[in-house]
């Protein structure tokens, strides 16, 4: 038999076995390639996904230059966002337990309000200067806190308030428009001295300022020597569950309690779903005398 004839169906048996083998494993590497490929892609849209995300998470809103507060925009969103608002307001500092009282807030990362008095010494505005710094918003209280001399006469109330309005910009940088009554609006302090309230809230409100009172008062300023709880107790059993609320506590030398009542203050609202916000342009007027009945 011719050797040959007999080797060419092996031969072409062979070649078609070879190149069978050659189309899989083109096959099979065209689809790990897609496999590899769609990993990728995966991949890379997860990552995408994340870094969408974690963008969201770490949004900043930008300083505004002479704003109060210094953070102006992000104050004013958490405000319009919450449900349920409580503002933490102090009075008559800055003080020696200032940074006490900033040192909590920070911990808790909550921002108050303080309407201030005219000091003079360099610690007590270094302490001022940091409420605002830390994004805290700044407000007039008055100069002196002397009831004979700031409702002396309508011109002597007004050179208070503008001279504490020099004061707070000198110290901080700011032109804040924010002010509380030393008394509250709705004193009869003033007209035993001689100055009609209701004149000092239309000049207010023709010279762009916008003033606060409040609604709970943790009566830290009455003379009674409250424990912490006491002063927390003072302000939590007057408020319901729901609502809005500007709480009065004060910055003074003496009140080391207000200091140390707070985290029972702040833990217990926060527990109840309150979110604490700060004064800003937005806030809706607490007062005891409105602003539209004169």
Not at 52 to 69: D, H, I, K, L
Not at 151 to 169: F, H, P, R, T
Not at 209 to 236: C, H, M, R
């Amino acid at each position: 038999m011719n050797s040959k004839k007999i080797l060419a169906p092996i031969i072409t048996a062979a070649a078609a076995v070879a190149a069978l083998i050659i189309i899989m494993v083109a096959v099979s590497g065209s689809e790990n390639g897609s496999k590899v490929a769609d990993k990728e892609t995966t991949t890379a849209s997860a990552q995408t996904t994340v870094s969408q995300e974690t963008e969201s998470e770490t949004t900043t809103f930008e300083e505004e230059a002479g704003s109060n507060p210094k953070n102006k925009k992000e104050a004013e969103e958490l405000e319009k966002n919450a449900e349920k608002r409580v503002y933490l307001t102090f009075d008559d500092g800055p003080s020696a337990n200032t940074d006490d009282v900033l040192d909590v807030l920070k911990k808790y990362d909550i921002k108050a309000t303080f309407f201030d008095i005219e000091k003079e010494e360099d610690g007590e505005k270094k302490a001022l200067k940091r409420c605002y710094d830390e994004g805290h918003t700044i407000a007039i209280h008055t100069m002196t806190h002397d009831y004979d001399e700031v409702y002396g006469s309508l011109e002597n109330w007004k050179a208070d308030v503008l001279g504490q309005q020099k004061y707070l910009e000198e110290v901080t940088g700011i032109k804040t428009h924010f002010y509380r009554f030393p008394g509250g609006s709705s004193n009869t302090i003033a007209a035993k001295r001689g100055t009609d309230i209701e004149d000092c809230i239309r000049w207010l409100n023709e010279n762009g300022f916008k003033y606060y009172d409040w609604n709970i008062d943790n009566e830290d300023s009455t003379g009674t020597s409250f424990t912490p709880d006491q002063l927390a107790d003072n302000v939590l059993d007057y408020m319901s569950d729901e609502g809005d609320y500007m709480i009065l506590l004060h910055d003074t030398n003496a009140k080391d309690n207000t200091v140390l009542s707070l985290p029972k203050i702040i833990e217990t609202l926060q527990g109840k779903g309150f979110t604490f916000c700060q004064i800003t342009d937005n806030t809706k007027y607490f007062q005891h005398r409105k602003y539209d009945e004169v």
